[in-house]
C-alpha cells in the first residue's frame, strides 16, 4: 500500500513535516487531527495516533490488517540491515515525538498565559492541561 491509497481512506487530511495528519476513523471523541501518517524510504506505512493509540483498532476502521502497512518483508536479514531498519523506525517515531512535544508545550504556554493574567482555567482547560501532560509523557517515552 502507498500513501496515497492509504491517505484516500481517510478524512480531514493534510500535509505536516514530512507526512501526513488526519483524523483517526477509531471514532473516539478526540480523533480530529490526532492520527499521524509517515510513509518511510522503504514504503512502510506508519500510522500513530496521539489520542487512543490504537493502531490495530484504526486498521480494523479503515478495513487494513497490519501487514498492508509493509510492502515487503526484508530481504536482507543481515544485522546491519535490521539494524539500519530498527533505525529508520525510530527516526520516524522521534519526528512524531518532536511534533507532539511542540504542539503540548504550546497548550501549556496559553494556560500559563492564562493564569499570569489572573485567569482562572474551566474545568474543560485542566483536563487539556492532563492530556497535554500525558502526551509529554508518552512522546518523552518514544524519546528514551
Given amino acids: 500500500m502507498n500513501a496515497s491509497l492509504l491517505l484516500?481512506?481517510?478524512?480531514?487530511?493534510?500535509?505536516s513535516g514530512s507526512g501526513w495528519r488526519a483524523?483517526?476513523?477509531?471514532g473516539h471523541a478526540k480523533a480530529r487531527g490526532s492520527l499521524s501518517i509517515?510513509?518511510?524510504?522503504?514504503g512502510r506505512m506508519l500510522l500513530s495516533c496521539f489520542a487512543c493509540?490504537?493502531?490495530?483498532?484504526?486498521l480494523r476502521a479503515l478495513g487494513l490488517e497490519l501487514a498492508?502497512?509493509?510492502?515487503?518483508?526484508i530481504k536482507d536479514p543481515s544485522p546491519e540491515a535490521r539494524r539500519a531498519a530498527r533505525e529508520a523506525f525510530k527516526r520516524n517515531a522521534w519526528a512524531s515525538a518532536l511534533g507532539v512535544l511542540g504542539?503540548?508545550?504550546?497548550?501549556?504556554?496559553i494556560a500559563a498565559r492564562d493564569l499570569l493574567r489572573g485567569r482562572t482555567l474551566s474545568p474543560d482547560d485542566v483536563e487539556r492541561l492532563a492530556?497535554?501532560?500525558d502526551r509529554i509523557a508518552?512522546?518523552?517515552?518514544?524519546l528514551a
Fill in 8 to 15: 484516500a481512506r481517510l478524512e480531514g487530511v493534510r500535509r
Fill in 23 to 26: 483524523d483517526c476513523p477509531n
Fill in 38 to 42: 509517515t510513509e518511510a524510504e522503504d
Fill in 53 to 58: 493509540h490504537d493502531t490495530p483498532a484504526i
Fill in 68 to 73: 498492508d502497512l509493509f510492502p515487503e518483508r
Fill in 103 to 109: 504542539r503540548e508545550a504550546g497548550v501549556l504556554l
Fill in 131 to 133: 492530556l497535554a501532560e
Fill in 138 to 142: 508518552r512522546a518523552r517515552e518514544v
